[in-house]
Every structure is written in structure tokens, then in C-alpha cells.
């Protein structure tokens, strides 16, 4: 599990592991938040309404679920099952609330998935972040902010922290990281 507050690189990191480490895969998790230009359905998320967002909820279908910055987000109980299945080795790309909805899931020792929470080196340049993606408004990105302290303190409740300074050494202490946690695909 990664998890972050919004802005401080984890999509980044999640993305550029990936591309050098294409034995993982990211999961895609469902979301009621509008596409971005570019986004598909299917490929970042899964796009649904609020509404159905919730009956698929009530049903019980998600691992984790959280509202986030006025957005639903959860992952898809089935699709972690058939990724599993098929043995491809899943990052989850989360909040810490989903973090903590995990651990719930699986309690016993050495059963829940190893985590790691990456920190932006300050609340200043993680704002710089967020306005020079150009994606949000104003409003969202000042609700960002205002929720980065709270999602910041939970830092500690995951396996490691990385503080995403320099995007390089980041990088390296992600693939470290992972390699140290988990087992090769293929000798699993």
C-alpha cells in the first residue's frame, strides 16, 4: 500500500516503480471524482456516480472505501481477487483511511500488506505541487491543503515513510523498499 497526501508525488513514484518494475501492476480503484484530460475508464479508475458508488458499498464489494476531498474512492474486492488469482503482484495506491480499513481486513500477524506513506518536504512545496499541476481550482486545492496536516499524521501508522525530496532518491528508496517487503512475482 502507498499512500500520501494529495500532491506529494505518490502517483509519480507509484508510476515511474512501475515502469521499471513491470511485474507489478497499480490497482485501479472506483471513483465518483470527475475524469482529468486524459483520464479512461478502466485504465486510472474505474468512474461511477455517487450513487452507484454507494450500492456497490452497501453491497459490501469494496476492500476499503474513503470520501475523500468531497470524492468517493475504494477498491474493488473483486478485482484485487482476480488479480491476485491470475498472481500478479498489486500495489494498492490508497488514503490512509483506506491503510487503515486493510489492516482491519486482514489482522493477523504478517497478513495485511506491508505500507509506505510519502511525505512532501513541506506544507509550502507541497502546495507549489499541487498549483503547478494546473489541474485543480482554487477551492480544491485549498481544501487539499487544509487536509494535508490530518492525512500527514498518519504517517506513522505505515511500515515506512519516505519524505519525496528529491524525486530520484525517492524513487530508489520506493524500489528498496519493495524489494526488501516482498517476494519476486516468480517465486511466489
Known sequence: M???????GKSSLVSAFLARNPEWIVSISTTTRAPRPGEQDGREYFFTTAKDFIAQRDA???????EVHGNFYGTSKA????????NRSVILEIDWQGAQQIRQVFRQPGQAPRSVFILPPSLAELESRLRARQQDSEAVIQ?????AADEMSHAQEFDYVIINQ???VALQELEQFVQRSWPAPSSR
Do not use: H, T, Y
Request: hydrophobic fraction near 55%; charged fraction near 20%; proline fraction near 3%.
Open 79 to 86: 478485482w484485487i481477487q482476480a488479480q491476485r488469482a491470475a
Open 166 to 168: 528529491d524525486f530520484s
Open 143 to 147: 481544501r487539499r491543503l487544509a487536509a
Open 60 to 66: 459490501g464489494e469494496f476492500l476499503e472505501w474513503a
Open 2 to 8: 502507498v499512500a500520501a497526501p494529495s500532491g506529494a
